[in-house]
């Protein structure tokens, strides 16, 4: 099994940058597709990121140009860097894990609060 750390959360204001980790123990070879998720309070838990086992991205509409998410494999970690940041993109930003036996594992989030 891998379990997955997520990290670099924080309060910054509009405009400002953050960097997100999340770092997987176990095997990095069984994670097909690493993705970031985020939840606002009250709202659901929405796709923002993905990067595959051979490094393709997608990113949603909502971030696109602003966010970039890459992967270090000697580091079995994933990051998210997150530029012109804006106050609607506070919310608890979680990492997943699509494992190559069909597993999907979360971490436990990290805080997000972006001031106007």
Same mark, same amino acid.
């Given at each position: 099994? +891998?379990?997955? +750390?997520?990290?670099?959360?924080?309060?910054?204001?509009?405009?400002?940058?953050?960097?997100?980790?999340?770092?997987?123990? %176990? /095997?990095?070879? /069984?994670?097909? +597709?690493?993705?970031? &998720?985020?939840?606002? *309070? !009250?709202?659901?838990? %929405?796709?923002?990121? #993905?990067?595959?086992?051979?490094?393709?991205?997608?990113?949603?509409?909502?971030?696109? %140009?602003?966010? #970039?998410?890459?992967?270090? =494999?000697?580091? =079995?970690?994933? &990051?998210?860097?997150m530029n012109s940041?804006? *106050?609607?993109?506070?919310?608890? &930003? &979680?990492?997943?894990?699509?494992? /190559?036996? !069909?597993?999907?594992?979360? !971490?436990? !989030?990290?805080?997000?609060?972006? /001031? #106007?």
């Amino acid at each position: 099994q +891998v379990q997955l +750390v997520e990290s670099g959360g924080g309060l910054v204001q509009a405009g400002g940058s953050l960097r997100l980790s999340c770092a997987a123990s %176990g /095997s990095i070879f /069984s994670i097909k +597709v690493m993705d970031w &998720y985020r939840q606002a *309070p !009250g709202k659901q838990r %929405g796709l923002i990121a #993905s990067i595959t086992s051979g490094g393709i991205t997608s990113y949603a509409d909502s971030v696109l %140009g602003r966010f #970039s998410i890459t992967r270090d =494999n000697a580091k =079995n970690t994933v &990051y998210l860097k997150m530029n012109s940041l804006k *106050p609607e993109d506070t919310a608890v &930003y &979680y990492c997943n894990a699509a494992t /190559s036996t !069909g597993l999907s594992l979360w !971490g436990q !989030g990290t805080q997000v609060t972006v /001031s #106007s």
